[in-house]
Nanobody
Framework: QVQLAESGGGLVQPGGSLRLSCAAS????????MGWYRQAPGKQRELVAT???????NYADSVKSRFTISRNNAKNTVDLQMNSLKPEDTAVYFC???????????????WGQGTQVTVSS
């Protein structure tokens, strides 16, 4: 069974930094794109950043130049470095990945349980 587990959320002051990590575990054949999404109270879940298996990245306009997504294919992990955080970045952050398990090797979309990021003074 494939699972995604996030870590690294917390409370930070405006202008501060946090690093989120997500690890995929289980019987994995191949991991395609990985990414981070977030959901603020009363709002829909939105894309933050994605990264392909070839390290091609995509960012939401609201986080460009502040956030950096990276992955380690050998460890099946994806990280999100968040700098210059703003109160409007407050949300639950979810890890997302398109993964083909060993049996059957058909790609599915998997989600982590989420980690809270709060930006407040």
């Amino acid at each position: 069974q494939v699972q995604l587990a996030e870590s690294g959320g917390g409370l930070v002051q405006p202008g501060g930094s946090l690093r989120l990590s997500c690890a995929a575990s289980g019987s994995i054949f191949h991991i395609y794109a990985m990414g981070w999404y977030r959901q603020a109270p009363g709002k829909q879940r939105e894309l933050v950043a994605t990264i392909t298996s070839g390290n091609r990245t995509n960012y939401a306009d609201s986080v460009k130049s502040r956030f950096t997504i990276s992955r380690n294919n050998a460890k099946n992990t994806v990280d999100l470095q968040m700098n210059s955080l703003k109160p409007e970045d407050t949300a639950v952050y979810f890890c997302n990945a398109q993964i083909a398990p060993l049996r059957p090797p058909v790609p599915y979309i998997y989600w982590g349980q989420g980690t809270q990021v709060t930006v407040s003074s």
